[in-house]
């Protein structure tokens, strides 16, 4: 917050105030709750099979693992595992495969699982699932069980994934290469009465990617924000376009640390660089906002943006000899600055102070002319 009082000499003393909202920067953590789990080969006796994953329903191979939309299902993920028999190269058998993917824990307590976090390695960590084969006759079953690894840094890992469907004899481990995609950067907001202006600035890790563009929040009260319909442009020149929060029916909410907040963001086509739609439609944003300027225990992120208590400002002039008396909240970063004439274009700025439980008093120049401004900012 900026607070500017006013003095001016030529026989009074006027005063006069008013505030502003200025930008402050925040932490914002974007990754996508799909999986990219790219094909694998596996040679047998001379044969090569090939494992590859979609949810796109014709078959198009797209590498996702995506949400599960089954609310009935055990498990939160699902895909179409693809699985090429060579002696039927042009026809891949569908495999629907309810899965989850492996949680290897939140080892920074930040709300998000070391998995998505590309500075954080993923060893050994397991999940599984069951696939279903429908020839249109009976519906045969098997399991798929994973191992995850992951270097710290590489947004690249390796997932050994073993697929069994007993009915066809099948017991074949494939090893996959798997991508997560997490993105992070700067949130850069004004907030302005109950409205949020913010700019986003992302960067894809251990990957080349950006994100950048819009977002206007709106505050419903210092726990739970709103958000319009945006578009981000992506590296490629593509852009994605999120959903609102009334398209979504889910707002952005403040977390338990007090300072972060967390909610999702939905979008038809989060891979708009590719001729298919529909996929990796769901992202998990994380804020995190260090900035609290009336140290009331909420972020200004989504604080009421009260402005600073106005400071009191005393002119004290003797013998040719001018002082300015400031007291004001402790902390405030003062800066005094002077002008000949009204509005403040040709300004001489003194040296910047901060308030402290003392009343302070800066030094002025004696007026050349009949008339003299002061101004001091308050932040």
């Not at 976090?117 to 279903?132: I, N």
């Not at 990957?207 to 009260?221: A, N, V």
């Not at 996929?279 to 140290?295: A, M």
């Not at 402005?307 to 009191?312: C, L, N, Q, R, S």
């Given at each position: 917050?900026?607070?500017?009082?006013?003095?001016?000499?030529?026989?009074?003393?006027?005063?006069?105030?008013?505030?502003?909202?200025?930008?402050?920067?925040?932490?914002?953590?974007?990754?996508?709750?799909?999986?990219?789990?790219?094909?694998?080969?596996?040679?047998?006796?001379?044969?090569?099979?090939?494992?590859?994953?979609?949810?796109?329903?014709?078959?198009?191979?797209?590498?996702?693992?995506?949400?599960?939309?089954?609310?009935?299902?055990?498990?939160?993920?699902?895909?179409?595992?693809?699985?090429?028999?060579?002696?039927?190269?042009?026809?891949?058998?569908?495999?629907?495969?309810?899965?989850?993917?492996?949680?290897?824990?939140?080892?920074?307590?930040?709300?998000?699982?070391?998995?998505?976090?590309?500075?954080?390695a993923v060893t050994?960590?397991?999940s599984g699932g069951?696939?279903?084969?429908?020839?249109?006759?009976?519906?045969?079953?098997?399991?798929?069980?994973?191992?995850?690894?992951?270097?710290?840094?590489?947004?690249?890992?390796?997932?050994?994934?073993?697929?069994?469907?007993?009915?066809?004899?099948?017991?074949?481990?494939?090893?996959?290469?798997?991508?997560?995609?997490?993105?992070?950067?700067?949130?850069?907001?004004?907030?302005?009465?109950?409205?949020?202006?913010?700019?986003?600035?992302?960067?894809?890790?251990?990957?080349?990617?950006?994100?950048?563009?819009?977002?206007e929040l709106h505050?419903?009260?210092?726990?739970?924000?709103?958000?319009?319909?945006?578009?981000?442009?992506?590296?490629?020149?593509?852009?994605?376009?999120?959903?609102?929060?009334?398209?979504?029916?889910?707002?952005?909410?403040?977390?338990?640390?007090?300072?972060?907040?967390?909610?999702?963001?939905?979008?038809?086509?989060?891979?708009?660089?590719?001729?298919?739609?529909?996929?990796?439609?769901?992202?998990?944003?994380?804020?995190?906002?260090?900035?609290?300027?009336?140290?009331?225990?909420?972020?200004?992120?989504?604080?009421?943006?009260?402005?600073?208590?106005?400071?009191?400002?005393?002119?004290?002039?003797?013998?040719?000899?001018?002082?300015?008396?400031?007291?004001?909240?402790?902390?405030?970063?003062?800066?005094?600055?002077?002008?000949?004439?009204?509005?403040?274009?040709?300004?001489?700025?003194?040296?910047?102070?901060?308030?402290?439980?003392?009343?302070?008093?800066?030094?002025?120049?004696?007026?050349?002319?009949?008339?003299?401004?002061?101004?001091?900012?308050?932040?």
């Amino acid at each position: 917050m900026k607070l500017l009082c006013s003095l001016a000499l030529a026989g009074v003393v006027s005063l006069g105030g008013g505030f502003a909202v200025h930008a402050a920067d925040a932490k914002m953590i974007l990754h996508c709750s799909s999986v990219m789990l790219h094909p694998a080969k596996l040679k047998v006796l001379g044969q090569t099979y090939t494992l590859s994953a979609t949810t796109l329903m014709d078959g198009t191979i797209n590498d996702e693992i995506g949400i599960n939309e089954d609310q009935s299902s055990a498990h939160y993920r699902s895909t179409y595992l693809m699985f090429t028999d060579p002696v039927f190269p042009d026809e891949p058998v569908p495999l629907y495969c309810d899965m989850d993917i492996a949680d290897p824990g939140d080892s920074n307590w930040n709300g998000i699982s070391d998995f998505f976090e590309v500075d954080h390695a993923v060893t050994g960590a397991k999940s599984g699932g069951e696939v279903y084969f429908d020839d249109g006759a009976d519906v045969y079953t098997g399991t798929v069980d994973m191992t995850w690894d992951r270097d710290a840094g590489s947004a690249i890992g390796t997932c050994t994934l073993r697929l069994r469907i007993p009915d066809f004899g099948i017991d074949m481990t494939f090893k996959h290469a798997f991508e997560v995609l997490d993105y992070r950067g700067t949130l850069s907001y004004v907030v302005s009465g109950t409205n949020i202006h913010c700019t986003v600035n992302l960067q894809r890790q251990g990957q080349e990617g950006s994100l950048k563009g819009p977002w206007e929040l709106h505050r419903i009260d210092t726990d739970e924000l709103s958000f319009d319909a945006s578009s981000w442009t992506k590296e490629s020149g593509s852009a994605i376009q999120w959903y609102s929060s009334i398209d979504m029916e889910y707002n952005l909410y403040r977390g338990g640390t007090g300072t972060n907040y967390f909610g999702v963001l939905a979008t038809e086509d989060g891979m708009p660089e590719t001729p298919a739609t529909e996929e990796y439609q769901i992202y998990e944003v994380h804020i995190f906002d260090p900035n609290d300027s009336d140290g009331d225990k909420i972020p200004d992120f989504s604080d009421d943006s009260q402005p600073p208590k106005p400071p009191t400002l005393t002119l004290l002039a003797a013998d040719k000899k001018l002082k300015l008396r400031i007291q004001g909240e402790v902390g405030r970063r003062v800066y005094v600055e002077q002008s000949m004439s009204l509005p403040f274009n040709n300004v001489t700025t003194l040296p910047a102070f901060t308030l402290t439980n003392a009343t302070q008093e800066v030094d002025l120049d004696w007026p050349t002319q009949a008339t003299s401004f002061w101004r001091a900012r308050i932040e």
